[in-house]
């Protein structure tokens, strides 16, 4: 309890950065680690690799505190640290399982260079079943040393979400944590207090069942998102509103209200990977997950329907036509493109010989580097309009909330907006003189 706590994070990715960044601001002693040197270099002189608002200016303020320090040797810091965090990426592999070779590699690492007892979290979101191996593997390195230091393994599956990653870490609904002796459940609850003054809990449970959680609330995210696009879809063949039986269900307090928004599609790091990798563990356990192959199907059907829209409006003609993107991030406030649906469209569009106008407010790099310069890549909003024939909104940035509509009709060639995700009125819209679409309405 005299000593200051230190701690190691390796892996400066999305969630390893926001984690240590986020512990060094309640004063303990944090140690980024990463492999890629330009990466450490650039993150020493002040450079963040990604976007996330407040993240710049937290990491700032902790180097200059001196709590926050960023190397690429791992080995190095070992000697002076209570608890490792593994943060490092698990791409899916080509059959969708979790690829563990880099998580591995850290455990390996540790056990090769451990001087003293060390407790190992694992942070990355990894198949039930992974602390086992890591633990094995940490004790493989002791034994080829001859040493029997003491360790511990633990699991802390990370719940936040891009774009609000700081407030999310800060102020936490709950923390999971996956142990097996009372040494490490003493070290992670000195670890969490800081945070425990909000009001949430940390819940203990065994490792199994932690690793499990993950999975499980990402899995039900997404299923509850595929759901909604089934009704929305059979809303518009119906004669229903999508909107009005959403408030109508999310009223219910059992479903309750968030995260029942129907759209083109979920996109990002975890809910398809997650979902795609629950699928293979349990095919691996001999089970079938049919409600999650469901979940995908609809999902993959829904990145296709902006485009669907498109060709009905146009009656299959889509030769020459200009059609402006507004959004390509996968969702607002990144500039994360991973598995985005405008990566879909923007594929779909070009094998029609449409020439695309696209703006985003944050991943114009990001889509410059995917994709290249397939694309125009537009200044504004409004100069993306300009002589379009259609205009399709992606991702609901806020800027894109309230356009000025009658610029936006003079600049583009024809008035179409297509709203893939609910967020204009369209009678507003009908009255101007626009064709506009929407998903399930
Ligand atoms: C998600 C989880 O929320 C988080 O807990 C986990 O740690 C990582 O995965 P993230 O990928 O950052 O976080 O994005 P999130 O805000 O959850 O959105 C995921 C996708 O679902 C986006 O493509 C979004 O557009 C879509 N979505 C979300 C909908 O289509 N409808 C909704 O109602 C909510």
């Excluded at 963040?48 to 791992?74: C, Q, W």
């Excluded at 089934?230 to 269900?249: F, K, P, S, T, Y």
């Excluded at 299959?316 to 969702?331: E, I, Q, S, Y």
């Excluded at 406030?333 to 649906?341: H, K, L, S």
Aim: negative net charge; contains cysteine.
């Amino acid at each position: 309890e005299l000593n200051k706590m230190n701690i190691a994070i390796v892996g400066t990715g999305y969630v390893g950065l926001v984690t240590g960044t986020c512990f060094a601001e309640t004063g303990v002693d944090v140690t980024c680690v990463d492999v890629n040197a330009d990466k450490i270099a650039n993150l020493q002189k002040g450079i963040i690799p990604i976007y996330e608002p407040g993240l710049e200016d937290m990491v700032l303020r902790n180097v200059k505190a001196g709590r926050l320090h960023f190397t690429t040797s791992l080995e190095s810091c070992l000697d002076n640290v209570d608890i490792v965090f593994s943060a490092v990426g698990t791409p899916p592999d080509e059959d969708g399982s979790a690829d563990l070779r880099y998580v591995l590699e850290v455990a390996r690492t540790i056990g090769a260079n451990m001087k003293k007892y060390t407790l190992v979290v694992t942070k990355s979101t990894v198949p039930v079943g992974t602390a086992r191996k890591v633990k094995a593997a940490i004790r493989e390195e002791l034994e080829k040393r001859g040493e029997s230091i003491d360790f511990d393994v633990a699991s802390n599956p990370e719940f936040l979400k891009e774009g609000n990653a700081i407030d999310d870490f800060m102020s936490p609904d709950r923390v999971v944590v996956g142990v097996e002796s009372e040494r490490a459940k003493k070290l992670m609850t000195k670890l969490y207090k800081p945070f425990m003054l909000v009001n949430f809990r940390v819940i203990f449970m065994d490792i199994p069942s932690a690793e499990m959680t993950k999975y499980a609330a990402n899995s039900m995210l997404a299923t509850r998102i595929s759901f909604m696009n089934d009704i929305a879809n059979l809303c518009e063949l119906v004669g229903a509103d999508v909107n009005m039986v959403r408030d109508g269900i999310g009223s219910d307090s059992r479903i309750g209200r968030k995260f029942l928004y129907p759209g083109c599609g979920y996109g990002g790091s975890c809910f398809p990977k997650d979902v795609k990798a629950l699928i293979k563990t349990a095919e691996q356990n001999g089970y079938s997950m049919q409600v999650l192959k469901a979940v995908e199907d609809v999902n993959e059907n829904q990145k296709g329907i902006l485009f669907e829209k498109l060709v009905k409006v146009f009656n299959g003609d889509l030769k020459g036509k200009t059609v402006a993107l507004w959004g390509l991030a996968f969702k607002p406030g990144t500039d994360d493109m991973r598995e985005a649906p405008a990566l879909v469209l923007i594929e779909k569009l070009k094998q029609s010989g449409c020439n695309v106008r696209a703006y985003d407010p944050a991943a114009m790099d990001e889509s410059r580097r995917r994709i290249g310069e397939s694309v125009y890549y537009a200044h504004d909003m409004y100069d993306a309009a300009l002589d379009a024939d259609a205009l399709i909104l992606v991702t609901e940035w806020k800027e894109f909330r309230l356009p000025t509509w009658g610029v936006i009709k003079k600049a583009m060639k024809q008035p179409v907006v297509l709203d893939g995700r609910n967020i204009y009125d369209g009678d507003e819209l009908q009255e101007m003189g626009f064709v506009y679409h929407c998903i399930g309405r």
